[in-house]
């Protein structure tokens, strides 16, 4: 029975986010780790508008905040150490990281 580790790292700082994903990449091949990825999804652009007051009856704005979002997948097949330690990390405020774990069974195989 293997474990599949799926790691979604999301931030809108890019440098800082593809620093991490290389630190965990680096970390995995010296681990001699199965790693899949980073798969790269289209940076999302989001926009927020802002009100000047808080009353509901002014509908004066000022102009909308946007801010883009980029998100990086990884996947790692086995080495639940290490995918437990890689997730455990602490990591900047700016990059938001979620892990998703799958229990795999062999062909063949019941519950």
Known sequence: MTFVTRLTLQSGDRTALDS???D???NAERKGAALK???SHPPETFSVPQRCRLH???DRQFSSWQYTVF???LEIHGHDSLARNIASQSFPDSVHIE?????I???GRGN
């Open 56 to 58: 509901d009856d002014d």
């Open 37 to 39: 990825g980073p798969h």
């Open 24 to 26: 965990i990449k680096a």
């Open 20 to 22: 991490i994903v290389d």
């Open 105 to 107: 069974h062999g062909a």
């Open 71 to 73: 998100t990086r997948e």
């Open 99 to 103: 892990a998703e774990v799958e229990q």
